[in-house]
């Protein structure tokens, strides 16, 4: 069964930085058709898909983090990490990481794998 553990997120002023990092294990298919990527969800908001990359390497960032924040994956160790930096309090969110197979980018998972991890951006 597919599990995630996501880690690195906080309690940080504006214009501070953190380092998002989640492995991926009990994936069904070979790791390396897999698509990975991050979704965060603020209170009372939908959630939203900020960055991903697909099983063939294409990284997308969405516009209000772009410049900011820095995707990268280990497909051999099956680790997703996201560098958050310039924080700013309307990225306060739960941040959850997530994959999909063969999958394009952005997406949205059906439902999510791990507990998350909360970063939180005092102004």
């Known amino acids: 069964q597919e599990q995630v553990a996501e880690f690195g997120g906080g309690l940080v002023q504006a214009g501070e930085s953190l380092t998002l990092s989640c492995t991926i294990s009990?994936?069904?298919?070979?790791?390396?058709?897999?698509?990975m990527g991050w979704i965060r969800q603020a209170p009372g908001k939908e959630r939203e898909a900020i960055s991903c990359?697909?099983?063939?390497?294409?990284?997308w960032y969405l516009n209000s983090v772009k410049g900011r924040f820095t995707l990268s994956r280990d497909i051999a160790r099956n680790t997703l990490t996201l560098q958050v930096n310039n924080l700013q309090p309307e990225d306060t969110a739960m941040y959850y990481c997530?994959?999909?197979?063969?999958?394009?980018?952005?997406?949205?998972?059906?439902?999510?794998w791990g507990r998350g991890t909360q970063v939180t951006v005092s102004s």
């Open positions: 997530a994959a999909l197979y063969f999958s394009s980018c952005p997406f949205l998972p059906n439902e999510y």
């Open positions: 990359v697909t099983w063939i390497g294409d990284t």
């Open positions: 009990g994936l069904r298919q070979a790791s390396d058709r897999y698509s």
